[in-house]
């Protein structure tokens, strides 16, 4: 069975966590609108090919299923490519760290886009500055000292977030460590300092084989200043 991906062309955003499970498993997959154009989204996004419609993308079509938000596709996923935990309770803690990191991506977006999407970064320099600064200092420390203290806490290992082997949400954290540090340069150094654990797995993650063919082909877009993690000199405090 060969996996639908759908998220917007150009971008990687938060289709790429999806990308990297599947390319971590080798899951035969297609990303559509990369292939054949917008356009392909559109009857999905406007309810015309199922009765239970993605509010946006990214979005999975899996054989008849259509499944939207990307900590539920990946939920999804998890089983079916061997990155999720067998014991019920587990892969529920997987899904509630992948949760926390949706959180995290939120509020590293917000850094640029404090009033809202419906605003140019231009028209929000000034607030843009005051959220920035809050995250460097509070937010992202935060959230990082949080997964910090899960990967020192696991009884299994802290080589990886939930048990002795890596899940999907391993990958999405190595992710998170990418942008923080395109975004960010010198404020994610400050912060990961104090996180030696989070470094160590970005750094295995990125050498899983399959991933890292991936990480250095041309199928990975480049982080650029209309993703989810954007390089604004003023903002790295």
Known sequence: ??????????????????????????ADYVDVVREQGIGAMKPFLEGKETATPPFAPPFLKDGKRIIGQTANILLHLGDKLNLAPKAA??????????????????????THHPLGVDFYYEDQKAESAKRSEAFLKSRLPKFLGWFEHILKANPKSDTYLVGARATYADLSLFHVVEGVRYAFPKGAKKVLKKTPRIVALHDRVAERPRLSKYLASDRRLPFNEHRIFRCYPELDG
């Open 1 to 26: 069975m060969t996996y639908e991906l759908y998220y917007w062309p150009g971008i990687a955003g938060r289709g790429e966590f999806v990308r990297l499970a599947l390319e971590d498993a080798g």
């Open 89 to 110: 309770a587990a892969r529920m803690w997987t899904h509630q760290i992948q949760l926390t990191i949706t959180d995290l991506v939120v509020e590293a977006h917000d």
